[in-house]
């Protein structure tokens, strides 16, 4: 896994006409999606989106610390 991209990728939702969207090809999507998996991994509630609910998300870090944005632009620190 090309870890630099898909963290690049993750900062922003699937689709170029959301808020903080951006155009990204299958396998772009497919690596997004499995570097997601993996930060979330064990993290109530975020460990069981759907592909679906996964592309409405992003997740970044500033130092040390992570946060995912949902679908309703609310932010949460883990």
């Known amino acids: 896994?090309?870890?630099a991209?898909?963290?690049k990728l993750a900062r922003f939702?699937?689709?170029e006409e959301k808020f903080m969207g951006k155009y990204m090809e299958p396998e772009e999507?497919?690596?997004r999606q499995e570097y997601m998996r993996n930060i979330l991994r064990?993290?109530?509630p975020w460990?069981?989106?759907t592909a679906e609910q996964m592309e409405n998300?992003?997740?970044y870090k500033i130092r040390e610390d992570w946060y995912i944005e949902d679908h309703d632009f609310y932010e949460y620190n883990f």
């Open 29 to 31: 999507i497919k690596l």
């Open 42 to 44: 064990g993290i109530d």
């Open 47 to 49: 460990n069981n989106l």
């Open 13 to 15: 939702r699937v689709g």
């Open 1 to 3: 896994m090309d870890e």
């Open 5 to 7: 991209k898909a963290r």
């Open 57 to 59: 998300v992003r997740i």
